[in-house]
């Protein structure tokens, strides 16, 4: 079945950086575009960023727009956002997804990053 | 592409059959997704592609529309029901979530 697990998150500092990963697993991942969505507490859903299935677009939310980065490694089924110099507005679960189209949408269970001084 | 969800809470007994809209500022075909989210959870795909069911959801929730105008239906809600519900557009990028509509017991 399809799975999909972040990892990575966790309290940082302002102006600082994280790497969250996902692995993927029960289905092609190289033939999937991903995506990686937040939420603030208390909040809604938020679209963070998307990659293709072969890495060769991505598109960002304003918000994040030159701050993050979304990669990912086809060969080990791993999907990642680099969060640099982060806010902490920044602070939210932040989940990755495989979402496209008409096709049955997956998501993960999330890992909460926390921006704090 | 903004997606307007209403109403944005509602209050509903057991057995009750609730409607929940959202409509899109411009056409997105059929490429739209509801998920139900419980406090503390990750969002679960309820329905995609507009009127299919994910696999393992009670027959009691189904959708509809296509265009601008969609609807998520709960037949006969359930004590396990009460949530909050968020529709999703995947027509184009970047893809947006409706506001959420809240569900509690009256």
């Known amino acids: 079945q399809v799975q999909l697990v972040e990892s990575g998150g966790g309290v940082v500092q302002p102006g600082r950086s994280l790497r969250l990963s996902c692995a993927a697993s029960g289905f092609t991942f190289s033939t999937y575009p991903m995506h990686w969505v937040r939420q603030a507490p208390g909040k809604g859903l938020e679209w963070v960023a998307v990659?293709?299935?072969?890495?060769?677009?991505?598109y960002y939310a304003d918000s994040v727009k030159g701050r993050f980065t979304i990669s990912r490694d086809n060969s080990n089924n791993t999907l990642y956002l680099h969060l640099n110099k982060l806010r902490t507005e920044d602070t939210a679960v932040y989940y990755c997804a495989r979402a496209s189209g008409s096709v049955e949408p997956y998501w993960g269970q999330g890992t909460l990053v926390t921006v704090s001084s | 592409i903004q997606l307007t969800q209403s109403p944005s809470s509602l209050s509903a007994s057991i057995g009750d059959r609730v409607t929940i809209t959202c409509r899109a500022s411009?056409?997105?075909?059929?490429?739209l997704a509801w998920y139900q989210q419980k406090p503390g959870k990750a969002p679960k795909v309820l329905i995609y592609a507009a009127s299919t069911l994910q696999s393992g959801v009670p027959s009691r929730f189904s959708g509809s529309g296509s265009g601008t105008d969609f609807t998520l239906t709960i037949s006969s809600l359930q004590p396990e029901d009460f949530a909050t519900y968020y529709c999703?557009?995947?027509?184009?990028?970047?893809?947006?979530f409706g506001g959420g509509t809240k569900v509690d017991i009256k």
């Open positions: 411009q056409g997105i075909s059929s490429y």
């Open positions: 990659i293709s299935y072969d890495g060769s677009n991505k």
């Open positions: 999703h557009q995947l027509y184009s990028y970047p893809p947006t």
